[in-house]
């Protein structure tokens, strides 16, 4: 909705949902094969579901979690080489954590091979890998195996290669990784998992209880907490006023507001009936919002909402969106005229005048759209960009049905009431100004969409600070043209009543205020070239992180990295808990952290009134002793830190995605629904206050 109240803080955001829900996007399948006499292969084939990837081996310590193998279990074998991924491998650069990481989409396969070094053999561990997608990213989680067999009896056992059996495998071939390896060799494989229970003592025991139905309440409408991601139907409203904004400014345009007053005197003036004229203006209208949603729906039949959404993140593309709207910003600055063939015009103006009826007006409206491209194009094409990459598989639809609208009902409105025509605005210079001014908008963004090809290749061209200089450039130019200092080549000499030029034309009211406002707007990016968060075009400027030189910082730190200590400092203080279901390598957590956390007065609620208890779900600290836990009928092992902290988010709250937040009282109980990614700031300040409310009320 935001990016309809001003064209020049226009805000596409991701939809998210309230509560997380469990997510098993990723299922593995582990086989041995032979590849020789004496060399064996272990294969993981994993299936990752729509939208979700799972991260490669070669990624470098500080990034997402990266595919690991361990090994518990190793007699009669040796490792042949590093753990390999074997299926198709993605690589981008992730702005993030600012490195190239590798990842699978649709089928993950890895490999280890083993050299066979007795006439019997065993092996197990597991597999650890992550995997993310546009909103959430799971915990590292463990695929595990066990493989026993017999050599060939034919072929003797080697030997001579076992004082080391593992080191020679590790260090003997060259890797991405200097410093860090796919293989983890487990110090305690002969040590035997004891079955105990994760909770330490009767109040911890309490804390861990589930609460899964509890927050179920909450989000079934016991909580007035104003989410995004709770309907569908914010985007369609969102694209449908946007579409209509941008009728109404091509309406505006020189090649289409001339055209008002001779098409309605054109329907008047053919027919005696005034009915008629009137019925036929309005088909004339209609005609025109059938042309312009044809054309959404063929946007959508052609590439869909999936690819749609696939292309707003594709570097090639946004360099190309990038260029398509630089070429159409200069076509506004009166560099060139972008106009389609005058022979298609002719031939449908031809077919219009052979044409009766209904067939006829709509010809009429097909010429109108045509002979009005050069100024509606650039406009239809920087709506279908913004409105198709926002991910809705209507939103082209929608946007050209708001557009059309926007468009055609002035012909049906004029057509009724004749009498308005004397008062409509003469053409004149007013409609350049218009077009200029849409010229440097649509230049403007087209930064946004060179910055992130510029993010995925890591060239560095365009970091906050140069992004923001040059929008406060364009819009400082906006406003010097608009009072008069600066003028381009189709702008028409105004003269004065002697008949001569006029050097310096006279500054109307409208464009005084307008020129006000793009200054206004100039200056208030000014100090986001020292870090200020700028909020009004955060979600247009690269990340924070892109930026050199930043004056404080309003990072949140956590008091506790521990539940139970965390939960224990709570109850003695009376004070609420907010958890943090976060990992090292998720790269939504960051985002969160980066877009919401540094808000004021996020930082004030999450570090006045809550006790903020961070838990790292792929923290590697191993613990004391390793526990085993039932879960859905399994026996499940728990190795590390990490492993305990996944286990307390499935087991009390029945979610495994991360970001993932909640408000809890000092008996563990959630004091409203929970909270994923979302990168609405005030929607995330509303779920930190009715947490507030609720702890008063239980008080």
Not at 356 to 361: P, R, V
Request: glycine share 10%.
């Amino acid at each position: 909705m935001k990016r309809f109240f001003s064209l020049l803080t226009l805000y596409i955001y991701i939809g998210a949902v309230a509560l997380a829900q469990f997510q098993n996007p990723v299922s593995f399948t582990t086989t041995q094969k032979m590849v020789s006499d004496d060399v064996l292969e272990v294969v993981f084939q994993g299936t990752v579901e729509a939208g979700w990837h799972v991260y490669g081996t070669d990624i470098a310590d500080g990034g997402p979690t990266r595919a690991e193998l361990t090994l518990e279990t190793q007699k009669g074998v040796r490792p042949d080489g590093k753990l390999r991924a074997t299926g198709k491998v993605v690589r981008q650069m992730d702005e993030m954590f600012g490195m190239e990481v590798s990842f699978m989409e649709g089928t993950a396969s890895f490999a280890q091979r083993f050299v066979i070094t007795e006439q019997e053999y065993e092996v197990g561990g597991y597999l650890t890998y992550g995997a993310c997608n546009d909103e959430n990213c799971i915990p590292p989680t463990n695929v595990e195996f066990s493989f026993k067999g017999e050599k060939d009896p034919t072929q003797p056992p080697l030997k001579g290669e076992e004082k080391d059996p593992i080191q020679p495998s590790l260090k003997g071939e060259e890797d991405v990784l200097s410093d860090s390896t796919s293989i983890a060799i487990s110090s305690s494989a002969e040590d035997s998992t004891k079955e105990v229970s994760p909770l330490r003592g009767d109040l911890e025991g309490s804390l861990w209880s589930p609460v899964v139905n509890e927050l179920r309440a909450f989000e079934e409408g016991n909580s007035s907490l104003p989410l995004k991601g709770e309907g569908g139907g914010d985007d369609w409203v969102g694209s449908f006023l946007l579409g209509l904004l941008g009728g109404l400014l091509a309406l505006l345009t020189p090649c289409v507001w001339p055209i008002i007053p001779m098409t309605v005197s054109f329907f008047l003036k053919r027919t005696d009936d005034k009915r008629k004229g009137i019925r036929d203006a309005a088909i004339y209208g209609l005609s025109i919002v059938v042309i312009y949603v044809t054309l959404g729906l063929l946007v959508t039949i052609l590439f869909g909402a999936s690819a749609l959404n696939a292309l707003s993140t594709n570097a090639v593309f946004n360099i190309f969106f990038c260029l398509m709207l630089l070429v159409f910003g200069a076509s506004f600055l009166g560099g060139f005229e972008i106009s389609l063939p005058s022979s298609w015009t002719n031939a449908v103006d031809r077919k219009s005048g052979a044409a009766k009826g209904l067939l006829s007006i709509f010809l009429m409206a097909f010429t109108l759209s045509l002979v009005s491209f050069s100024c509606t194009g650039p406009i239809i094409g920087f709506l279908l960009v913004e409105v198709g990459t926002s991910g809705s598989i209507l939103g082209p639809t929608v946007g050209m049905l708001g557009f059309a609208l926007a468009l055609a009902l002035p012909f049906t409105l004029f057509a009724m009431f004749p009498a308005w025509l004397k008062q409509m605005p003469k053409s004149g210079n007013w409609m350049n100004c218009i077009k200029v001014c849409l010229g440097l908008l649509e230049i403007a963004f087209a930064l946004k969409f060179f910055s992130v090809a510029d993010l995925a290749y890591g060239w560095h061209l365009m970091d906050r600070e140069v992004f923001l200089s040059l929008w406060i450039v364009i819009f400082a130019l906006m406003g010097a043209y608009l009072v008069g200092w600066i003028r381009f080549p189709h702008d028409e000499d105004e003269y004065d009543e002697m008949g001569e030029v006029v050097q310096r034309p006279r500054t109307g009211i409208v464009r005084f205020f307008l020129a006000l406002a793009a200054f206004a707007f100039a200056l208030y990016m000014v100090p986001g070239l020292w870090g200020a968060p700028c909020k009004a075009v955060s979600a247009f400027s690269p990340p924070m992180s892109t930026q050199d030189f930043r004056l404080g910082d309003n990072s949140v730190e956590a008091r506790f990295h521990d539940y139970d200590e965390g939960m224990r400092y709570a109850r003695e203080h009376h004070l609420p808990v907010m958890l943090d279901f976060t990992g090292y390598g998720c790269v939504n957590c960051r985002k969160m952290e980066a877009a919401v956390w540094t808000d004021s007065e996020v930082s004030r609620l999450m570090t006045e009134r809550y006790v903020l208890i961070t838990l790292y779900v792929d923290e590697k600290t191993p613990l004391p002793e390793k526990q085993t836990v039932q879960e859905n009928g399994q026996q499940v092992v728990l190795r590390t830190v990490g492993d305990r902290w996944s286990y307390l988010q499935r087991s009390k709250f029945g979610a495994n995605a991360q970001p993932f937040y909640v408000l809890l009282d000092g008996e563990g109980h959630p004091l409203t629904a929970s909270y994923s990614y979302n990168e609405d700031v005030q929607a995330y300040v509303n779920f930190l206050q009715e947490g507030l409310r609720q702890y008063s009320r239980r008080k």
